[in-house]
T-cell receptor, first 111, second 113 residues
């Protein structure tokens, strides 16, 4: 059974710092890995989607990498800003309409 | 604006009451999903509809029913609400089976007392 883990559960950093959020999954047989952002009381906003054949995706200050063999994905945020404060979730698509979500990392960027 | 629309945004029910959560998407997506989100846990799939006219159970279907009314709309019904169903419910849609990712609604915060 696929399990997705995000560590740490919460992270506080000063503004301007580069940071890495981690996502690990137990079964490497995934079709894609998606990163989402969730603001308090809001829905999930898709940030980046990495297909299983890809190693990374970039959007602005965000870069996500995928290493299926080690069961890991990372989300790199460059030059963090207070507006980046949110919960970040990763989700592994295992096929058959089944996607497993991590519990998220709650990020707080201090001004 | 294109996206997934959920109603209501908030609801308080008494134990035993029933209600239906509504979801509509205007992206012409084939597949739709209902998830619940509980503190400290990832989203868990309740039901999904791979295409119009089909529905299937997810990880936590007990206590829920769904209807895929047409390609745009997918509703979730609680027949007899229980305190364990207090949660935030999200509807999502995807073009196919999630290969190209998901689009989520803004959620319904449900409290059962």
């Amino acid at each position: 059974k696929q399990e997705v883990t995000q560590i740490p559960a919460a992270l506080s950093v000063p503004e301007g710092e580069n940071l890495v959020l981690n996502c690990s999954f137990t079964d490497s047989a995934i079709y894609n890995l998606q990163w989402f952002r969730q603001d308090p009381g809001k829905g999930l906003t898709s940030l980046l989607l990495i297909q299983s054949s890809q190693r990374e995706q970039t959007s602005g200050r965000l870069n996500a990498s995928l290493d299926k063999s080690s069961g890991r994905s990372t989300l790199y945020i460059a030059a963090s800003q207070p507006g980046d404060s949110a919960t970040y979730l990763c989700a592994a698509d295992t096929g058959g309409f089944k996607t497993i979500f991590g519990a998220g990392t709650r990020l707080f960027v201090k001004a | 604006n294109a996206g997934v629309t959920q109603t209501p945004k908030f609801q308080v029910l008494k134990t035993g009451q029933s209600m239906t959560l509504q979801c509509a998407q205007d992206m012409n997506h084939n597949s739709m999903y209902w998830y619940r989100q509980d503190p400290g846990m990832g989203l868990r799939l309740i039901y999904y509809s791979a295409s119009e006219g089909t529905t299937d159970k997810g990880e936590v279907p007990n206590g829920y029913n769904v209807s895929r009314l047409n390609k745009r709309e997918f509703s979730l019904r609680l027949e007899s609400a229980a305190p364990s169903q207090t949660s935030v419910y999200f509807c999502a849609s995807s073009e196919l089976d999630g290969t190209y990712g998901y689009t989520f609604g803004s959620g319904t915060r449900l409290t059962v007392v």
